[in-house]
């Protein structure tokens, strides 16, 4: 008899002789008994034993596996909570989703109208790195004045200097001196645009380099809290 102590199995499998086969669904200890036929077994911080037959409550916290382990359906889900590991080798999140892209003069946005073709940014998230990508058409910038800021992150940048990152963009009727950079915002869900002249001074951009039909696309990465 096999016994598995401690494992979580959440995929099509078979216990056949000392192998977990993700392949095979329902063959335990190498025959399938009636009470062994499964597909799924799912559960929590139960204790089992799979040999003769199915626990009723086929249920596992920990799978430990010293070769490859093949998911044949393709996916493996994670909860949408993140239940984060302290463990630097514990991949603990994953996810994929849009996010509505805007842009703020010193945080106010009176009157900013946007193309409603556009505006719709995308991320994937892996453990505590976020991979972001985004588009946004003015129709009109408003009257607000000051600093102008990309809003809308999918998820708040880390609160330290990790929190930091820049991105790569391209710009339409966006005035700026040498260079433009945008710079991630650490504790917030912003990005900044800045100018950097050759003589190496950085300032942020503001409501006056920006007309009522701007736009932007950019990408880049920042790390959160995990």
Not at 8 to 35: C, E, F, Q, R, W
Not at 50 to 57: M, Q, R
Not at 75 to 93: E, G, K, R, W, Y
Not at 120 to 128: E, F, M, S
């Given at each position: 008899?096999t016994?598995i102590v401690?494992?979580?199995?959440g995929?099509?499998?078979?216990i056949?002789?000392?192998?977990l ?6 063959a335990?200890?190498g025959?399938?008994?009636s ?5 799924t077994?799912?559960?929590?911080n ?8 199915t ?15 093949t998911?044949?359906g ?16 514990t991949l603990?999140?994953y ?5 509505t892209v ?8 009176t009157?900013?109208t ?12 892996v ?5 972001i ?6 129709s009109?910038?408003?009257s ?7 809003t809308?992150?999918p ?7 990790k ?8 710009t339409t009727?966006?005035?700026f ?5 945008a710079q991630?915002d ?9 100018e950097?002249s050759n ?11 920006f007309?009522?039909?701007?736009n932007f ?10």
């Amino acid at each position: 008899m096999t016994a598995i102590v401690n494992a979580d199995i959440g995929a099509s499998a078979a216990i056949v002789g000392s192998k977990l086969n993700l392949a095979a669904p329902g063959a335990i200890g190498g025959t399938t008994p009636s009470a062994g036929a499964f597909t799924t077994l799912i559960g929590t911080n139960v204790d089992g034993i799979i040999g003769a037959n199915t626990p009723a409550a086929g249920a596992f916290t920990t799978i430990s596996a010293s070769g490859l382990i093949t998911a044949t359906g393709g996916q493996i889900a994670f909860p949408a909570t993140a239940v984060p590991s302290a463990d630097a080798n514990t991949l603990d999140d994953y996810e994929e989703g849009t996010w509505t892209v805007g842009i703020s003069f010193a945080g106010g946005t009176t009157g900013i109208t946007y193309n409603a073709s556009y505006g719709t940014g995308a991320y994937t998230k892996v453990g505590n790195m976020v991979t972001i990508w985004g588009l946004c058409v003015l129709s009109n910038k408003g009257s607000d004045t000051g600093v102008a800021r990309i809003t809308g992150l999918p998820f708040t940048p880390i609160n330290d200097y990790k929190g930091y990152g820049s991105v790569s963009l391209i710009t339409t009727n966006i005035a700026f001196a040498d260079m433009m950079q945008a710079q991630i915002d650490k504790g917030a869900a912003t990005i900044a645009f800045c100018e950097v002249s050759n003589a190496g001074v950085n300032t942020y951009l503001t409501d006056t380099e920006f007309e009522n039909n701007s736009n932007f696309a950019f990408n880049g990465s920042y790390m959160i809290a995990n």
